[in-house]
């Protein structure tokens, strides 16, 4: 089936540092990808729609400019956290649609967990 | 995003119940999926249904559609530890995006 991939899977670093997590389709093409942000014991939260070549289309209350999205191929989404403090700290996760067909169930790819110091 | 009404919330059950967990919505979905979660991990795709009145199953999980296409409900049969950790459904919103409900965190007990 289709995998997405996400790297880091961890990161701890200290405040102020910029932190780019990667999400990659495998073997397939996405066209759109979605970056989420969760807490502890709750829901996956939408943060932005990453499009390919284009600008990403971010949710209300998330600021553009402290999370950067970077979506130029058709396999690969780059989320940065920009100048990245303690309430950053997360579980940031990104899908992507599967091929095929139009309403294809999103994957997931496996987190990374975001720790500022 | 639209919100799916998840429960429950919580369950803590015996090795070898049933489980059910159950998603409601005010809006009319054409998808619904449901996803596990395992702690520090992403969400893993469980079921997809596609059609009103559909029931599917993977194992020792079963889902349905509901016919108002406004709910669906996932059923475990004979829980084992593994089954532990957090399930969500999900449904579609404004095209590809995902609304999710609030998840479902199982327990269970040896």
């Known amino acids: 089936g289709a995998v997405v991939s996400q790297h880091p899977s961890w990161v701890i670093c200290k405040s102020g540092t910029s932190v780019k997590i990667e999400c990659r389709s495998l073997?397939?093409?996405?066209?759109?990808m979605f970056w989420y942000r969760q807490f502890p014991k709750q829901s996956l939260m939408l943060m932005a729609t990453?499009?390919?070549?284009?600008?990403?289309?971010?949710e209300q209350g998330v600021e553009k400019d402290k999370f950067l999205i970077n979506h130029a191929s058709l396999t690969l989404s780059t989320l940065t956290v920009t100048s990245a403090h303690p309430e950053d700290s997360s579980f940031y996760i990104c899908?992507?649609?599967?091929?095929?067909?139009?309403?294809?169930?999103?994957?997931f790819g496996d987190g990374t967990r975001l720790s500022i110091l | 995003g639209q919100q799916l009404n998840q429960s429950p919330q919580s369950m803590f059950i015996q090795e070898g119940e049933d489980v059910s967990m159950n998603c409601t919505s005010s809006?009319?979905?054409?998808?619904w999926l449901w996803y596990k979660q395992d702690p520090g991990e992403g969400p893993v795709l469980l079921i997809a249904?596609?059609?009103?009145?559909e029931l599917t199953s993977n194992g020792r999980l079963t889902a349905q559609f509901g016919i108002t296409r406004k709910d669906s409900f996932l059923n475990i049969s004979a829980s084992i530890p593994s089954d532990v950790g957090i399930y969500f459904c999900?449904?579609?919103?404004?095209?590809?995006?995902?609304?999710f409900g609030g998840g479902t965190r199982l327990m269970v007990k040896p």
């Open positions: 249904l596609y059609k009103a009145g």
């Open positions: 990453s499009n390919e070549g284009s600008k990403a289309t971010y």
């Open positions: 809006s009319i979905f054409n998808t």
């Open positions: 999900a449904g579609p919103w404004a095209g590809n995006m995902l609304t």
């Open positions: 899908s992507a649609p599967g091929p095929g067909r139009s309403n294809q169930p999103q994957h």
């Open positions: 073997d397939f093409q996405a066209t759109t």
